[in-house]
């Protein structure tokens, strides 16, 4: 089953009279159940990339199919309902809204869908269970470390189940050994059969995906798979 299809993909930011071409022609498919790692360096257009595949910003050309459906000038409110449908997000600085508990924030999808109160939090209270922090729903992001509040994040993108987990650069902004940790949780997601695309530029964290698309001046230089090292404890030493 093919989850994800994009083909001569192209994207320029237009700035005053410049023009700077980031996306020269992708082509990949993700099927389901894969868990892809985007690597590149700073700037080779990993996180324009996945911002298309996101529904939060169009490319200027090609074609996009997110489980079969044409992803293409869909007005804001269609592009919302499908971004909340399909797709979940991690990002590197864990976005989480500062003033409300760790429950409540994984809760906010759900409630965006229109799900009850009470099957609301229920359903929170499971995601928060599943990434290790039940016994922290009622505190704020503050009181939480930066591993625990990307668990948060992971827990939060997963609660309205959505097709695809896409993650801009996850441990970016953790220590190594954090990172391995929720790279650990991210992998037993996928192996529970979600479809995982990982932004890194590291290379030890590319390795835990299951393939790696390598990306350079906005377009692909190689896409291989890899044997996945594991994020277990004794990865780390
Ligand atoms: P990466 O995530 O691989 O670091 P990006 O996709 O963020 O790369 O950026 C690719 C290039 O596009 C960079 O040169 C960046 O400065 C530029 N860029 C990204 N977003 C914008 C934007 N909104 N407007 C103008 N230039 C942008
Ligand atoms: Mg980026």
Redesign the pocket.
Known sequence: MTMIKIKDLHKS???GSNS?H?LKGINFEVKEGEMVAIM????????????ILGILDEADEGEYHLDGTLIKNLNEKIAAQYRNKFLGFVFQSFNLIGYKSALDNVAMPLYYQGVKRNLRMEKAMHYLEKVGLADWATHLPNELSGGQKQRVAIARALASDPKVLLA??PTGALDTKTSYEVMELIQGINDEGKTILV?T?EDDIAHMCKRIVN?KD?VIIDDSPVKQVRANSATYV
């Open positions: 930011y237009q700035m700077l980031v590149g360096s700073s700037g080779s257009g990993k996180s324009t990339l996945l911002n801009d650069e932004v530029h990306l906005g």
